[in-house]
Each structure stands twice: as C-alpha cells, then as structure tokens.
C-alpha cells in the first residue's frame, strides 16, 4: 500500500461545477498537508497548506483535513476552464523535510 | 524576482552517459530539494540540501548525487543512465525552517534513450 493514495482520475466536469479532490494517507505522523496545481509542462503551484487537522478557505479553494480518518480534501467552487490542470496532493511529517505527494488527478473543466 | 530557475530545460541523453542538472533557488532561500516526476506519476523526493550539505536522502540509489555551492544554487548529478531514469526532474527552494515547499522550478525534462 503506498503512503499516499490519490482518487484515480481524469475527471470532467462542466464550467461552475463544484470539484472535490480526496486523498487518503497510511503515515500517522503525517502534520502537514498540501495541495498543489501543475500545469502542463510546468513545475507544481502551491495552492494549498493546513497543519493538522481542519479547513482552510482561500477564495473559491476549501482544504479539509480528517486526520482520525487519514484523508484530505480540496473543494473549488465555481470551477473555471482555468483550472483545468493536474492536482497533487501532498504531505509531510515533522521530522523529515521531505514531501510525500499523491499520483495526481487531472482535471478538465469545459467552458 | 525569478524565483526557482533551472537548466537545462529539455536534455537528451544516452543510456550509460552522466547528466548534471542546475537549480538556482528562490532570492532570499537558503534550502534546495530535487524531485523527480515520472509521466503520470506524483514528485518523489531525490534530496535536500542546506548549508552545502546533504541533510536528507529519499529512496534513491548512489547513481543520483547533488552539490550545493556557497550562494544556495545547487546541483543534480545523475550517473550511468537508465531509461527508467527518463523524467521531470524538479528543483524546489525553501527557508531551512519551513515546513512546505512553495517554490518550484519549471523542471528539466531528461529522456534517455
């Protein structure tokens, strides 16, 4: 079982739909929780970052964090063509620097 | 600012050859990680360096070794090449106490053939 599993994708959606991303995780130590957005041909985007558990909300992107159940998630409301990408979510634990990311979801938006 | 840089962009190598890799970190950031993305997978970590060392290692064979130089930039050496080793090698800088990478490069796409 990987320490990361990410929802298999592509996913399609129509313009101002509401997306749910969602990814489950094996590593109890795990603290610190990312979602991040990469663009064809381009280095990943940090669009989200929790510590712990709980939600975060930055425009039109909500992160959620369950860590009694190990899973994460990311909403976008509203969604645009422009968000059309691939999302990665990723995590780390305290001691280690290194991140663990998920294998990605790829998103299509259609205007 | 520029932020995260790094050359070559696209390189093509033969099976068996060495290929060096650079990174030159976010103005302000003193810590350079590497990351390799193989087509359709997420980044797994190669390493991470501060104050020009090697502070800690992913599951990555000797093959794969890196330099940090006095002004944080940094280097990704990568020894008798596989095809496996064919991917999106990412550089990504941070401040020693963050706990998040916010910076990445645009990558080095590598293909061994």
């Known amino acids: 079982q990987k320490e990361v599993e990410q929802d298999p994708g592509p996913l399609s959606v129509p313009e101002g739909a509401i997306v749910s991303l969602n990814c489950t995780y094996s590593n109890s130590a795990f603290q610190y929780f990312m979602w991040y957005r990469q663009y064809s041909r381009k280095g990943p985007e940090l669009l989200m970052y929790t510590y712990s558990s709980g939600n975060k909300e930055d425009g039109r992107f909500t992160a959620q964090v369950d860590k009694s159940s190990k899973y994460i998630s990311l909403f976008i409301r509203d969604s645009q063509p422009s968000d059309s990408a691939t999302y990665l979510c990723?995590?780390?634990?305290?001691?280690?620097?290194?991140?663990?990311f998920g294998k990605g979801i790829t998103l299509s938006v259609r205007p | 600012d520029a932020g995260v840089t790094q050359s070559p962009t696209h390189l093509i190598k033969t099976r068996g050859q060495q290929v060096t890799l650079r990174c030159s970190p976010k103005s302000g950031h003193d810590t350079v990680s590497w990351y390799q993305q193989a087509l359709g997978q997420g980044p797994q970590f190669i390493f991470q360096y501060y104050e020009e060392e090697e502070r800690q290692r992913g599951n990555f064979p000797d093959r794969f070794s890196g330099h940090q130089f006095p002004n944080y930039s940094s280097e990704l050496n990568v020894n008798a090449l596989l095809l496996g080793d064919s991917a999106l090698y990412l550089c990504?800088?941070?401040?020693?106490?963050?706990?998040?990478?916010?910076?990445f490069g645009q990558g080095t796409r590598l293909t061994v053939v």
């Open positions: 990723a995590m780390r634990d305290g001691a280690n620097s290194k991140l663990t």
């Open positions: 990504a800088s941070s401040l020693v106490w963050e706990r998040t990478e916010a910076f």
